[in-house]
């Protein structure tokens, strides 16, 4: 069935009006409500995700992302909290007076109304509607047909504290979870007036292509961690695996290490912790030759050009072998996603080429991939990552959903 989602984005855009009146600090404070409904709610919300779960193949990589548990939802509880802390970043980002008297005053305010198309990923609906709210936007959330029990349950729990505060329910808007309702989304101009996807590479490919209103580009990360020659092997294969294993259907897991070839005679040693979580090696013929007799036979693979630059979201990565922190970083910026990449070196020199010619939203010295996150970068929650350069680029949070306005005074001033 076809369903015309125009009165809904009507009422989003009805609703987000009514926020510009609502001080910072009760934005807050419904903000930190949601957080405490979200904990009382948990056992309902996890009933209606183990129906979601029930549609899926555990064995698909997007299933850890679906999962909800009591300490996952406390934790989303306490990034919402750590939102509503929050110092706002409306208000004036400069003013001054110009010689014919008119004062300029440029302010940051809220977009209005920011659509988040979005997969599997329950949290997202929380985390999205805190941020949002917090500025003063209205949201509207179009999440799959893979969480539409979760999302409904928590989306549920946020209407319930918004009526306890008089608060429009519109400014929290639950599309759904159909094909048609997202081509609606993507053309609906002069409704909405930011759209975010976050999901699988063809879900982005598609509002980039399609959407008549504007985009942010978040999600599919192909991310790289380099080991230079001069690198620590012990800390090398702690990266590495915290990068991999911590959670694989992340974007800013690992999907490709790259050893410098005077390593080689250290892969084994710096593969072994992956070996204890099933980790599939697909291995050049220089690493693969060194690999072999020393990583499960059941595990290792020889890597065809189609590994390179492969978003896995599972248990898997590929392994590149490099001459040069030189061509370590062409490698990652011909198969890189603009996402997160690292490099593993005790040497000031490779560091510094590294940092400043691979290009993505976050480049990492030493420490692993897995660090890029909103909450991790003190941001609270997060509203995506985005791998594009324009306006906003790695991590969003409050700052990244705002705009600005002019603001002009005179005193009868007339121009000549």
Known sequence: MNTDITPLLQAARRASFQLNSMTDARR????????????????????????????????????????????????????????????????????????????????????????????????VSVDVFSLCFKVGNAVVLKGGSDAADSNEAIVSVIHSVLADYSVDRDVATLLPSTHEATAQLLHA????????????????????????????????????????????????????????????????????????????????????????????????????????????????????????????????????TVGSVEEAIDHINHYGSGHSEAIVTESPEAANLFRRDVDAACVYVNAPTSFTDGAQFGLGAEIGISTQKLHARGPMALREITTYKWLIEGNGQTRK
């Open 28 to 123: 807050s404070e419904i903000i930190t409500s949601v957080a405490d409904a979200l904990i009382q709610a948990t056992p309902r919300i996890l009933e209606a995700n183990a129906r979601d779960l029930a549609r899926m193949d555990p064995s698909d990589p997007k299933f850890d992302r679906l999962k909800l548990t009591p300490e996952r939802i406390a934790a989303i509880a306490d990034d919402t909290r750590h939102v509503a802390t929050l110092p706002s970043p409306l208000g004036v980002l400069e003013e001054r007076t110009l010689p014919n008297g008119l004062k300029i005053t440029k302010q940051a305010v809220p977009f209005g109304v920011i659509g988040v198309i979005y997969e599997a990923r329950p949290n």
């Open 189 to 320: 101009r002069g409704l909405v007036d930011l759209l975010i996807p976050r999901g699988s590479r063809r879900l982005i490919d598609r509002v980039r292509e399609e959407a008549r209103i504007p985009v942010i580009e978040t999600g599919a990360g192909v991310c790289h961690t380099y080991v230079d020659s001069l690198a620590s092997v012990s800390m090398a294969a702690a990266i590495i695996n915290n990068a991999k294993t911590r959670r694989v259907s992340v974007c800013n897991a690992l999907d490709c290490a790259i050893i410098n070839r005077q390593l080689l005679g250290k892969l084994p040693e710096i593969t072994a912790p992956l070996a204890q979580s099933n980790v599939i090696i697909w291995a050049d013929d220089e690493a693969f030759n060194h690999l072999k007799g020393h990583y499960p036979d059941a595990l290792l693979r020889h890597a065809t050009d189609e590994q390179f630059g492969t978003e896995f979201l599972d248990y898997a990565m590929a392994i590149k």
